[in-house]
């Protein structure tokens, strides 16, 4: 098992947010975390890569991370993209490629950036284009790509489709599934767009006040009309 979460407690000073999830994240494939605005997705993010106070048990590979240092739990195999992207603006595509892959020390790179120029062509076009200047679309694939020159075993990705257009969407969800099938990455997805998600992903979860309410393969999820009406309003 790549990572599995149990009891997993999480909130902001005196405010609990998540009261006590359980779920698992299997080896190179996707698994989707929805719900609503202010269900808890962004927070469950935070507390699997340290970021905030968190209470019960994940385990990242067979070892307990819960608690540990953020910089520690990435160097274990864990990358994030954050909301809002953490890409660094004023340096160009090529600069953030190098910093995405400088803690590496085998001879690799090279041939990893040519595999994200495979995966994300546009970037390979931008390289010496300050990253500030990129349409939002392209500064999430290089958010992604950065992430990924850091050779995670476990990749968070926070909407990856947030304030994009829908056809910049569709070519993201279209990377993702190659990154999906060929990468053997596993990726743990939080999204707004449900239906997006389950077509991507192998197994969801679906949160509301910090409770999983419903989980299961995404594939029956997406079949089931009451679920999709009850959460997923469509
Ligand atoms: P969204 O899709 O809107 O980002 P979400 O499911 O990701 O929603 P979270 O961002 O995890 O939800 O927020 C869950 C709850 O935690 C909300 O009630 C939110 O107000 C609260 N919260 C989030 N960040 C903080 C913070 N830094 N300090 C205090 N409360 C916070």
């Known amino acids: ?71 520690d739990i990435a160097r274990r195999g864990l990358a994030h993209v954050p909301d809002g992207r953490g890409t660094f603006m004023e340096l160009s595509v090529e600069e953030n490629f190098r910093l995405g892959a400088y803690v590496r020390s085998d001879g690799e790179v090279r041939s990893d950036f040519e595999r994200m120029f495979e995966w994300f062509p546009r970037l390979k076009q931008r390289w010496r284009q300050q990253a500030g200047t990129l349409s939002g679309g392209e500064q999430q694939m290089l958010a992604i790509a950065r992430a990924l020159l850091l050779r995670p075993k476990l990749l968070l990705l926070d909407e990856p489709s947030f304030g994009l257009a829908p056809l910049i969407v569709q070519e993201i969800f279209g990377i993702m599934r190659r990154i999906r099938d060929e990468s053997g990455v596993g990726i743990l997805l939080v999204e707004q767009n449900a239906n997006l998600a389950l077509e991507l992903a192998d197994r969801a979860y679906l949160l509301e006040t910090g409770r999983i309410v419903v989980s299961g393969p995404a594939a029956e999820i997406r079949e089931d009309e009451s679920i999709r009406r009850s959460y997923l309003g469509y």
């Open 1 to 71: 098992m790549l990572l599995e979460v149990k009891g997993l407690q999480a909130g902001y000073g005196q405010i609990h947010v998540l009261h006590g999830l359980d779920f698992i994240v299997e080896e190179g494939g996707v698994t989707a975390l929805l719900g609503a605005n202010g269900a808890g997705k962004t927070t469950t993010l935070r507390a699997i890569c340290g970021m905030i106070r968190t209470e019960g048990d994940i385990t990242l590979r067979g070892e307990r991370i819960t608690g540990r240092a953020t910089e």
